[in-house]
């Protein structure tokens, strides 16, 4: 059976949006065929949480998107678990993928529901062709990319 870590950034249990729904449903089913971990957020009810293992490690606040000391805790635990690859839920932590990716060789996938910096040029954000280059790249450095949208 395939062993496979989940980074989903946020709180997805219980589900109120389309997003959260989707990561909580996808993580279920994909429960029921491998031997899935992942690593979100303390705030997820893990009651909730019946076909995987749940690690509360990220952080609530924007930092964990930045947390340097992050990047090591996913190495050691793909070292010590010995996952065969790890999915990305957004290419937010993109440049933490690659440096994980870098030190572990594991095969990575992002999967992403929107092509994010559209999103955020819709809401009019100013910062969304930063985005726009961050997510492309980070998008090519994975083995895989799972999207919802075309």
């Known amino acids: 059976m395939k062993k496979i ?51 509360p ?31 990305w839920e957004h290419p937010y932590m993109g440049w933490m993928a690659k440096k994980v990716k870098k030190k572990t060789g594991i095969h990575t996938i992002i999967h992403t529901h929107n092509i994010e910096y559209q999103r955020f040029r819709s809401l009019g954000k100013w910062w969304w062709p930063l985005l726009k280059m961050y997510e492309k790249r980070a998008l090519k450095k994975a083995d895989h990319s799972l999207y919802v949208t075309e």
């Open 57 to 87: 490690l990220l952080t609530q606040g924007f930092s964990r998107y930045m947390n340097l000391s992050l990047p090591k805790k996913i190495i050691d635990l793909i070292r010590e678990s010995q996952f065969d690859s790890v999915i």
């Open 5 to 55: 870590l989940v980074i989903a950034p946020y709180q997805y249990l219980p589900y109120s949006s389309g997003g959260q729904k989707l990561i909580a449903r996808f993580l279920h089913h994909l429960g029921e065929k491998t031997d899935l971990t992942v690593i979100s957020v303390p705030s997820n009810d893990l009651t909730q949480v019946s076909t995987y293992k749940l690690i």
